[in-house]
């Protein structure tokens, strides 16, 4: 009796070469949402490869013995696409998933263990947990900083697939997609770059703990523990750059959308009150006498000369004038407004500045800490100002009605391209 042959073994040429030969049908594998049966990657075959050169059931057949595809559980006949391979596929086609506040916080709780096993095993000596720990807090940094560019290049795909779009859509539906937009990509970046977050703090103490674990000498080998250094250092700035470059992309579509849903808004309004005034309430106020004048034979000097005097004597309605002079009947939001619209002219005529948040809180006493936090954002996001975040130990800031705790941030004119450095 015969013995079963045993499978073919995956050679790296032999894999790339299939690949190499059915992109178009790998994409479009990878980008179907959820799984698929044999029937539709059948379908995907005759739609995407060359059938006259290779038959479909060999095709199929050949993605199960490369593993390009998988059964969900064994013994079913849904498949998924491997995830090396669908990694290496959106990786190729930019098509990026970017990170989220749930995926920070594991990666936080992963760094805190690690850091945990790692002090231990330097009180005791233990070089083999120290190693074991230092080798999971590389793995760890890896993960985020893969994160942080797919995020970086979703971004930048939605914008492109954003300002391609010439479907008729409301702008209200433009504005509330950036409005998801940026609290989708961006917001988990604020939570990364905080100064006072605990990823902040939990990089810091891990920091510390890799000086100490070389310092005292538990872990022989410096290599890793030094490329743990620099990758934390180096997951500072990216973190940066990518908010500061997601920023850039999506905040000239959001002031764009908010000014123009504003104008939507106020028009709305106004057909509003159009429609409660009677048409003689129309006519008497908006409506000149002119357009009235019915013309039935050519006009005489006469007649041009009566329309002429009633065009030059109806009455000109003055534009409305609003009064920016602050009052004790001043709302309150407008006048926190207007402060914060004069915000930056005020800081341009004392740059540089090496503490703003010193400046800030000096300069207005009586703001309180909301106005404080609401001034310190506006600054920090001017396009025309650069801003340098020193790090170091925290300071107590005074407030109208408690303290802020942060560490020194210096402004200075921005002299080239606007952005932020670090």
Known sequence: MREPAEPMQITPKRFFDFCANHVPLLH?????????????????????????AEQPKTTWERLQELQILVPVEEGSSHYVMSQPLLHLINFLYNDAVPTSPEIIQG???ALESARKRIAIGVETGDALSVAMATNEVDHTLRRMQDDLDATHRAVMAEVARYKADRTSVSVRERYLRILSLMDQ???????????????????????????????????????????????????????????????????PLYDVLRRASAIAHGATLALG????????????????????????????????????DEVISHPPVPPPTLDFTENADTPPDYTRLLWLNELPTILNEELPVKDVTAWLTQTFPEKGTSDALLGLSKLLF?????????????????????????SAISITKQTGKPGRTA
């Open 28 to 52: 479009a594998i990878a980008i179907k949402p959820g799984d698929v049966s044999e029937s539709q990657v059948l379908q995907m075959i005759r739609t995407f490869s060359d059938i006259s």
């Open 107 to 109: 990666y936080i709780a």
């Open 185 to 251: 990509y961006v917001h988990p970046l604020v939570e990364i770059v905080r100064v006072d977050g605990l990823l902040e703090s939990t990089l810091n103490e891990t920091d510390l703990v890799l000086r100490a674990a070389r310092e005292q000498g538990v872990y022989v080998e410096l290599g890793m523990v030094e490329r743990n250094e620099r990758q934390i250092r180096v997951l500072r700035r990216r973190a940066i750059h990518t908010l500061n470059e997601s920023r850039k992309e999506l905040q």
């Open 273 to 308: 009150r159009l429609r409660q005034m009677k048409l003689e309430e129309w006519v008497a106020n908006y409506v000149t006498p002119t357009t009235n004048a019915r013309v039935e034979v050519p006009p005489t000097d006469e007649v041009l000369r009566r329309i002429i």
């Open 382 to 406: 001017d396009p025309q100002l650069e801003v340098e975040f020193k790090g170091g130990k925290s300071k107590l800031y005074r407030t109208r009605d408690g303290q802020l705790e942060a």
